[in-house]
């Protein structure tokens, strides 16, 4: 060994132990936070495979970052990791051994060009600045220092002024490095690789969507979330994995329509009151549009929710919990439950609900419904139509599970254009008419999870009466409560969403549909089924079945925008620019299309109230019917054989 | 979206049976009766409702249960016997398969019905007395023709339950028997049928018991009855409720279908059956009066021309289902359009009464709006897209030309709309200033609304020539110029101005005005209204025997009632021979056509109305440089074919409305409408 890659090695092991400090320091934040069950033993096995697979997927849509974070952060590890096990015997003396991490920091050299590259000539708003700004120099410093020291190495001590040189740049960056895990972006590289490892919900990681919320324990001494001791630690973990990458920025709807909400901001104000007297000021990023003045002061132990403390209302109740930002989130950060969390503090233990909210909520306690209306008026859109009642035979095939859109007028004629399809399919199907109550989506995403438990369990009770073989329903909401969140009070279904169904019948010859001479279509993936359920396929295959002209909004699938009208943020109304569903449509007309197909009632409510020229609204079924009713009078078709 | 929309799309379940909404059509005669029966034209009349979304439609006003009752006077329908049983099975079929329910109308019409026709029966009812509308003066019943005509509507109410019909109401409206027998301006008894309203309920009692025995405890069987007869010597809006409360109490009645007023002679029978000149649902207090005191559904017709009114009157609790009668023969698919969210695109009945005026000369319903109405096997009311697309030019922007601009570009075509006035609408403009006729400006309101909607390239304050119509290339040109009016025949007409100059403005006389009229419509009626009111001393003299002689009967009695209150002198049976100065004004010299005599009237203004003839110039410019010499080819017409000029190289020239011949807003739209279908 040199005297530089010793004195390198030596650095980095101080380094190191600084960090170990800084990481300490920052874990007693964390540890605030209510005790988690997190199998460490399977996330840490797990945790190459998750960072390498899990978290490189989703910064792969971004080839430019992918290859920019390869090089910074594989450099930085393995570079490092070798220089500290410099000092074994037979590696050090190697040349060899020093070309090979001469060859890793030029790698991470390159990765902090990248780095400083994306800030040049102009910062995209997305990032943030502040320490932001200054870490590609450290990093570059450091690399570009580790560089010298290990080429030094390489030629066997000849260059040994850059030798020492680099020593110093890079103790001096590494310092400047170790420097920001406390406070600055290198905090996610060690609470990123935690959080990886101890994340709350590990089934992301094994192909699962695993997007139910979780039921609260209605008993506990304080529900929801008041205060950041209120949140289980690895909740607290997760918010400081953060990088300010700004991807859920980018996504959310409730930013793009100038609402005060953006996730990041969101995230970064909740890490601010992770330490006693935390203040929202050195935060550099994009701020919440329209921000409603609040102190932006909090501590572990005060409140987060308030005009007096971090975070205001109206940004709470923006949110249409759509998960674009935590599909986006390249540290699977989850930020819809701590959202969900902070609303259930405010609803169950405050009443603090939005105006138009309270009435609602009121009338799903006393009417089970949301609006009060008769349950048994939920059938009446398909009067004149046959519709049995599963309480009359007590089976059928499939429940059709109707859902609060059965009372809109507009959505009742995408539910009659499926009767119709499962009459015309001679399909064995029957309704709860007036045994069906609300599913409790609303009453969940509002924070009102007493409302939501006693619905479901009501609901689970009416359905363990009947016997069925799967539940269709028209409503992707409905599909995801009845799918995901009932399991955990006993219900346990299959349930089909009505365009995987009828692309079933379809497929099966069951229904003929033929070709429709539309203008263009273009399909808007519902949240809750595109992105709660990764059901993107069905829809589309069935559209396709159609014959119809069929185009693709840039934001499409699982990365689909919202249309503003989930997690009750219709009724939270908070005020932005403009409207979400406006920004949708317009999405939509770019592509040319002349019709927005949709699938969930609440797209057909939120994109019908767009106003001035623009593409029709058409539920899938009502497209399927037209062309079925559209076919020339033939034999259904031999079924596809089965792939 | 209208308010309340829900509250009409709710279902209505009554004994089992189950409405998919709140709007329904009333019974009524369209005079599509053929041999007594609902066949092909009725059945499809209906059907078209069924299929447009609407939730109940009754057919067969005033179908006869007995054959001293005859349906021959307004084409009308025989329960009478079991021959009409298949009718009906075929018809709730064809209604039933677009998921709208079916009922009839059962009646027997005592004295309000013609005796010297099919049977040549007398007419009977409870009393000898005369009605003025049917001109009959009834034979008493006695005792077998009581029993005899009970039992005739037990045997009506068995054929329409074996004839598949979901139900029926019995007519105790309009002054049919039973009514009559209700009524003290008929029934002047002294049995157990007359006398107090206890003994006069009793003949309705025994005739809906007798039905209920014979179609059973669970069919539906209702009854339309008046909520105020509005005549001094008739019943009372308390008689009518106490009569509802009855037999409600009695179990007798599943639901009520409630009107104001009754009919026994014009000008009930005109309020009875309210024109553009009264406000819409003028009688809803009376249904929501009864509906306080019974609990049975309560039905109620009378010009709810709009889905927004019927909702309210549904939403507030004055009605159960809202019939849109009228409404309906302006556009069948309403219910549908309001539920697709295309309520911008219904065509609303504008309460001209074109549809029943002429019922009750003999002819069939017609819309004066839409061509497709009553003609449902061979008219459509969606205009399916045309297999090649033209080039099309449209000259004139009324009622004719805006129709045919709408079908063509339905069709698909490329339509451009030539209008000369700065706005659409035409003669209907014109017509529509006259006092309460206004509400004839919603015909071009629909259409004009459609036309943008479909694309038209609509120019208006242009005038077409040979020139710009050519230079559009077109391969079809439809010329609805219009007409023009013309100052008559009479000896110095150069002094006479026309009913135009009037509602336009371009005279506005003083003083005393002779009105004279050759055509009888409203067009000189109204106008004499204009005048009076405006103060002028006004005569208005005409050919005919009576003032607005060609005006039907649900509009004359109201132009007359007008006329009577403004002190206008009418003078009918004379004609206008001569015009000539005298000094500063008029003197005007009438002939009576039956004497001969001549009289003189000294006046300021002698306005007359002759009608129009066309506009014909530009058809005069372009005929020799069409394909056809523009020649309409009226057996292809007819038989709903192409015109064979089409597609011949060159272009096309047809004329419509009155540019083809002075005539109504009616036959404008449908030559448009059955002209422009097949191109």
Known sequence: ?643 | MIANADALLKPLTIKGLTIRNRVMSTSHAPGYGKDGKPQERYQLYHAEKAKGGIGLTMFGGSSSVAIDSPAAPWAQISVADDSVIPHFQRFAERVHAHGAKLMIQLTHMGRRTKWDTENWFPTISASPRREPASRTIPREMDRNDIRRVVKSFADAVRRCKEGGLDGCEVSAAHGHLIDQFWSPSVNQRGDEYGGSLENRMRFGREVLEAMREAAGPDYVIGMRMSGDEMIADGLSHEDCVAIAADYVKAGLVDFLNVLGGQARDHISHAISLPNMSFPVAPFLFLPSAIKREVDVPIFHAQRVTDLATGARAVAEGHVDMIAMTRAHIADPHLVNKLIEGRDDDIRQCVGAGYCIDRIYVGGDALCIQNGATGREAFMPHVIPPAPVKRKAVVVGAGPGGLEAARVLAERGHAVVLFEKADKVGGQINIAAKATWREALSGIPRWLHAQVLKKGVDLRLGTEATAESILAEAPDVVILATGGAPIKGYAKGAEHVVTTWDVLTGAVEPTGTVLLYDEIGGHNAASTAEVLAKRGCLVEMATHDRMIAEEVGTTNQPVHLRELYKLGVVMSPNMELIEVYPEGNRLIAALRNTMTEAEEERVVDRVVADYGVLPVDGLFRDLRARSANDGETDLDALVAGTPQPALGKGGFALFRIGDAWSGRNIHAAIYDALRLCKDI
């Open chain 1, 1 to 643: 060994m040199t005297d530089t890659t010793l004195s390198l090695a030596l650095v980095l092991y101080a380094l190191a132990g600084f960090a170990g400090v800084a990481a300490f320091r920052r874990a007693r934040a964390w540890r605030a936070g209510q005790p988690a069950r997190v199998d460490w033993v399977a996330g840490l096995r797990a945790l190459p495979r998750r960072y390498l697979v899990d978290v490189h997927h989703v910064v792969g849509r971004d080839p430019f970052t992918a290859r920019m974070h390869a090089l910074t952060a594989g450099g930085l590890l393995a570079g490092s990791l070798l220089v500290l096990l410099s000092p074994l015997p037979g590696l050090g003396g190697s040349r060899l051994f020093w070309g090979v991490v001469a060859l890793l920091f030029a790698a991470m050299l390159a990765g902090g060009a990248m780095v400083r590259r994306r800030r040049v000539p102009v910062t995209p708003p997305r990032l943030s600045r502040g320490r932001f700004a200054f870490l590609p120099l450290l990093l570059i410093g450091y690399a570009a220092g580790a560089l010298l020291v290990a080429l030094d190495g390489a030629s066997g001590g000849w260059l040994w002024p850059l030798g020492w040189l680099g020593l110093w740049l890079a103790a001096a960056a590494g310092l400047g490095l170790v420097n920001q895990i406390e406070r600055g972006p290198m905090r996610h590289v060690v609470a990123g690789a935690l959080h990886l490892a101890a994340h709350p919900r590990p089934g992301r990681f094994e192909g699962r969507r695993e997007t139910a919320l979780a039921p609260l324990d209605l008993d506990a001494p304080r529900l929801g979330t008041e205060t950041p001791a209120d949140f289980a630690w690895n909740r607290l973990l997760g918010f400081d994995a953060c990088i300010q990458c700004g991807r859920c920025e980018v996504a959310c709807p409730a930013f793009a329509a100038g609402q005060p909400l953006n996730p990041k901001k969101l995230i970064q104000d909740l890490v601010a009151t992770l330490e006693p007297g935390g203040s929202n000021a050195a935060y550099a990023g994009s701020p919440y549009p329209h921000a409603r003045p609040v102190a932006g002061r909090g501590g572990p132990d005060q409140p987060i929710i308030g005009r007096e403390a971090m975070i205001h209302p109206d940004t709470l109740w923006s949110c249409t919990t759509c998960r674009a930002c935590v599909e986006e989130c390249p540290m699977m950060i989850e930020h819809v439950d701590a959202i969900v969390s902070l609303r259930r503090h405010q609803t169950l233990e405050l009443g603090a609900v939005p105006e138009k909210a309270a009435p609602a909520l009121a009338e799903l306690r006393y009417a089970d419904d949301a609006q009060g209306r008769p349950l048994a008026a939920r059938t009446d859109f398909a009067a004149g139509t046959p519709l049995p009642l599963i309480a009359a035979r007590g089976e059928a095939e499939i429940l059709l599970w109707l859902g609060e859109g059965a009372y809109d007028m507009r959505h009742g004629r995408s539910l009659r254009a499926l009767l119709k399809l499962l009459h015309l399919a001679k399909v064995d199907v029957a309704v709860l008419g007036p045994e069906e109550r609300d599913c409790g989506d609303l009453a969940r995403r509002l924070g009102d999870e007493a409302t939501f438990q006693r619905l479901a369990r009501e609901n689970v009770a009416t359905l363990a009466r009947y016997r069925f073989a799967r539940i269709l329903t028209a409503d992707p909401h409905a599909l995801h409560v009845l799918r995901n969140e009932y399991p955990a009070f006993g219900g346990h279904y299959e349930v089909v969403h009505h365009t995987a169904f009828l692309d079933e019948l379809v497929a099966a010859g069951r229904l003929a549909p033929g070709a429709l001479a539309l203008a263009g279509v273009t399909y808007h993936d519902p949240c809750y089924l595109g992105r709660y359920n990764g059901e993107v396929d069905a829809p589309r295959r069935l559209l396709d079945r159609l014959g119809l002209d069929r185009v693709e909004m840039a934001r499409h699938g699982r990365r689909s925008m919202c249309c503003g009208g989930g997690g009750g943020a219709p009724l939270s109304d908070v005020e932005g620019e403009t409207r979400i569903p406006d920004l949708r449509m317009e999405q939509a007309k770019a592509t040319g299309a002349g019709i927005v197909a949709v699938a969930c009632p609440q797209c057909t409510a939120m994109l019908e109230g767009v106003t001035g020229d623009r593409p029709e609204v058409r539920d899938i079924a009502e497209l399927v019917l037209m062309a079925v009713e559209a076919a020339p009078a033939r034999p259904t078709r031999q079924p596809e054989p089965v792939a």
